[in-house]
């Protein structure tokens, strides 16, 4: 394929990447906690996690693991916020030779209970403050091995008692909650996990690049989520290509190991956790934001310290700005705002330069692509409109419903081959099939168009998916939940425009029971669905709009019909 693209290439970024340096993301974090194990790693409410520190933790972890006598390539769920125990989780599961399953900390139980069924979790670790989530489902899983944190275990021996009092007793964030035990489970605090794996070496792991790091679980046309299968080798690509585009603006930092990248992003979603692999990989370090949603705590924490990369999505960026003390940071170190998961605003874009005298950046991927796709160069100061070029190693073809290529100039789906692109989704083959064309371009259900110099503009989407924050939110699953719903006949979902988070959802609701209130059926949703997915409106109609064979038509209530 001609990649006439890399002419629009910013002097000092490769055209291609070299994936032969790693035989896994164990070498790479390996390599790291050699070579930079007396630096800083992270910073948590103060508190500093070395890159020795992270090695012996997440080896002491990973033995532990490998203690309970999983099955070779078994998979972990991690339920965790930002906190230093997500890092020394996923470390530990990929050094022990397993598979990492993200799972939202904030998820209900069916969303819950799908998620570790599908994928066929075996252990777990999760915050305590959600264990009473995994409680209601646990039996209905694989699940036999529970590892519960707290939220103060690695924040030092006095400060990490206090905060775990704190959040247990007076902020009451920890619900009531009781995990059954008997010979076939076991619940093992993280400490202990910890203590009993530091007494014990960690065997080598037998992964390669083609091995499963992590079910990157996504939104299902069908109403259930399916799990992304990204390989070591789909992530290491997926970090080279980002630090290749990056690369003009990190000459600015000077020492990359000086680096501090801002981690408000959950690191659960793919866009924070390939930039996360990216300060390993530097030997840089990153500060943890646990609630970012508190916007007042965020910009306390970006006053104590120089920051350099900013990665957000557009609502985050714009809540930052409507903080009356955000213009009172020091933005002089600020090399990158990296602007991803959802669509740009370009009045936010130009807001933010003018405050900050950093340019947002849009780019775009997906989990299926390691957040990797196509970026806008680095070096520009200005809102393009567009999702940039493709990266280096990547190629982006428009293609119509055949696979066929389409012309420069014409509107067609964006699909996107390369090695960060996922393998498949999880034990779903048709699925799989479905997602690839015959050239092997995986199709992304993005409407697009692609300019002379390379460059693609998102025009429409193909799927009925909403995006809600960054969030893929698909019609279809709450479509399936609000069914069932007491009272509800039949519904339809669709996205609207929303000032804050992009889009908003709206379901039409046609009554079987015509007591069912408002309050009653937002009430259903917030039981059934997290809080992203959950309706910002619900309009009660007698009948919906459908097709000759039956078919809602949403594009006609989009319509306003």
Not at 114 to 120: A, E
Not at 534 to 546: A, G, N, T
Request: one cysteine or more.
């Amino acid at each position: 394929m001609d990649k006439f693209w890399v002419k629009q290439y910013p002097p000092g970024v490769p055209h291609e990447i070299d994936l032969s340096q790693y035989t896994s993301l164990n070498q790479l974090l390996e390599e790291s906690f050699r070579t930079n194990a007396a630096r800083p790693f992270s910073v948590c409410m103060d508190q500093w996690m070395t890159y020795k520190q992270l090695d012996e933790l997440s080896a002491a972890l990973g033995a532990w693991l490998q203690r309970l006598g999983l099955e070779p390539h078994a998979r972990v769920a991690i339920m965790l916020p930002n906190i230093p125990q997500f890092a020394v989780t996923m470390s530990g599961i990929l050094r022990a030779g397993y598979t990492c399953v993200n799972v939202n900390p904030l998820y209900t139980a069916r969303e819950l209970e799908h998620q570790l069924k599908d994928s066929g979790a075996t252990a777990i670790v999760v915050l305590e403050n959600f264990a009473h989530t995994l409680e209601e489902v646990i039996d209905k899983t694989q699940v036999k091995h529970v590892c519960m944190a707290s939220m103060g275990d690695l924040l030092g021996p006095f400060y990490g008692r206090w905060i775990t009092f704190a959040v247990r007793h007076l902020a009451k964030m920890v619900p009531a909650y009781r995990l059954p035990i008997d010979d076939t489970r076991t619940v093992t605090t993280f400490k202990q996990a910890l203590a009993i794996g530091a007494s014990q070496a960690l065997r080598p792991a037998d992964v390669n690049l083609d091995s499963i790091a992590f079910l990157q679980y996504t939104g299902g046309t069908t109403g259930l989520s399916k799990g992304a299968v990204l390989t070591h080798g789909n992530v290491a690509a997926a970090i080279l290509q980002a630090e290749s585009w990056f690369t003009p603006a990190l000459k600015r930092i000077g020492d990359i190991k000086q680096a501090n990248s801002i981690a408000a992003l959950p690191l659960y979603h793919i866009f924070a956790l390939t930039l996360c692999f990216l300060t390993i990989r530097w030997g840089s370090h990153t500060t943890l934001i646990p609630n970012p949603r508190d916007i007042g705590k965020f910009i306390e924490v970006l006053k104590k310290r120089t920051f350099h990369l900013l990665p957000a999505v557009n609502t985050l960026f714009n809540a930052l700005l409507q903080h009356p003390q955000f213009k009172t940071l020091d933005f002089s170190n600020l090399v990158l705002s990296q602007a991803g998961g959802m669509a740009a605003s370009e009045g936010t874009a130009k807001h933010w330069y003018e405050v900050t005298g950093c340019a947002m950046i849009e780019g775009w991927g997906m989990s299926e692509t390691c957040a990797i796709g196509t970026n806008n160069p680095v070096t520009s100061n200005r809102f393009s409109g567009s999702i940039g070029l493709p990266l280096p190693g990547v190629e982006i073809a428009i293609k119509n419903d055949d696979g066929q290529s389409l012309p420069i100039g014409e509107s067609g789906e964006i699909c996107i081959r390369g090695p960060n692109v996922m393998h498949g989704y999880y034990q779903q083959p048709e699925e799989t099939q479905k997602a690839f064309t015959v050239d092997g371009f995986m199709r992304t259900g993005d409407v697009g168009i692609m300019d002379e110099s390379g460059y693609t503009k998102i025009v429409d989407r193909k799927k009925d998916m909403i995006i809600v924050s960054g969030f893929n939110v698909f019609p279809s699953e709450l479509e399936n939940v609000i069914s069932l719903c007491e009272g509800v006949l039949e519904c339809a979902v669709i996205g609207v425009p929303d000032a804050k988070a992009g889009e908003a959802i709206k379901v039409y609701v046609v009554r079987s029971d015509a007591t069912l209130s408002e309050h009653d059926l937002a009430k259903y949703c917030a039981d059934n669905l997290t809080g992203y997915k959950q309706p910002k409106y619900i309009e009660f109609r007698d009948e919906l709009p459908k097709s000759n064979v039956g078919k809602i038509l949403r594009r006609e209530l989009r319509a306003g019909k």
